[in-house]
């Protein structure tokens, strides 16, 4: 896998940065500073394009605690899918319920159940922590599906959170933003059709429902599927339908 250190090292070279190959991403100065920070930028760029990434969801299982109304969310939580969560009494055989879920801003005028018993619907705070209703008498397990945010590599050995084979996009656009800061449209013209071809494989591979949406076949011919209401259509390498 491409390490954070490895995709300096590889603008290092594609740039042709004077100096040695570098060998830290902590410590730089100057133009070398600059190509760490590219591609950092670059990485966190791309993760930020889109929340529903599939490499940014993660799951989790939270257990309620009796008498108390609110759970804290997961450190890592950008936001809730609110379709997924689910309670389960916590029994050998018992099953995963569906829980209803409300915004603290759609209810904030109602009168809440603050009686103790089992939760039925869960209440998202402004806060993004959680909040039950009724009070849960007993510890229950409340499971879901969250996104995850968006980290910023800092150390040599960090990698990604994009998949290794899209990384060339981190790599299309640090040279776009090298290009832009030495002026050099040449670079910023690879670098951007780099970044759009990985880019669209992408989005492709990690955004749901978009596995077929667009894609190079044999020779110029490119075609793009617009599924969504039951119909292919298909784009000719010079234009035509």
């Not at 055989?93 to 759609?106: A, G, I, K, V, Y």
């Not at 402004?126 to 849960?136: G, K, T, W």
Request: hydrophobic share 35%.
């Amino acid at each position: 896998m491409s390490t954070f250190l490895e995709l300096v090292q590889d603008l290092h070279r594609e740039v042709g940065a004077s100096g040695d190959d570098i060998t830290s991403v902590t410590g730089q100065v100057g133009e070398n500073q600059r190509l760490v920070r590219w591609v950092r930028d670059a990485d966190f760029y791309i993760q930020n394009r889109w929340l529903n990434w599939k490499f940014l969801w993660n799951q989790v299982q939270l257990n309620t605690v009796s008498g108390v109304i609110g759970l804290a969310s997961p450190t890592d939580l950008q936001f809730w899918d609110f379709k997924t969560f689910k309670l389960n009494e916590g029994g050998a055989n018992d099953e995963d319920e569906p829980l209803n879920f409300r915004e603290h801003d759609s209810i904030k005028g109602l009168i809440r159940d603050t009686t103790q018993a089992k939760p039925a619907t869960v209440i998202l705070m402004p806060d993004n922590n959680l909040e039950f209703e009724p009070v849960p008498d007993q510890s229950y397990q409340i499971k879901s599906d969250y996104f995850m945010k968006p980290t910023k590599m800092a150390a040599n050995s960090d990698v990604s959170l994009i998949p290794e084979e899209y990384h060339q996009a981190i790599h299309g656009r640090a040279l776009v933003l090298y290009a832009n800061y030495e002026g050099a449209p040449e670079i910023k013209a690879q670098g951007q059709e780099i970044f759009d071809e990985a880019f669209g494989r992408l989005e492709n591979h990690q955004l749901p429902n978009q596995r077929f949406s667009r894609f190079q076949s044999t020779g110029s011919f490119f075609e793009v599927n617009a599924n969504e209401g039951g119909s292919d259509i298909t784009v000719g390498g010079d234009g035509s339908w």
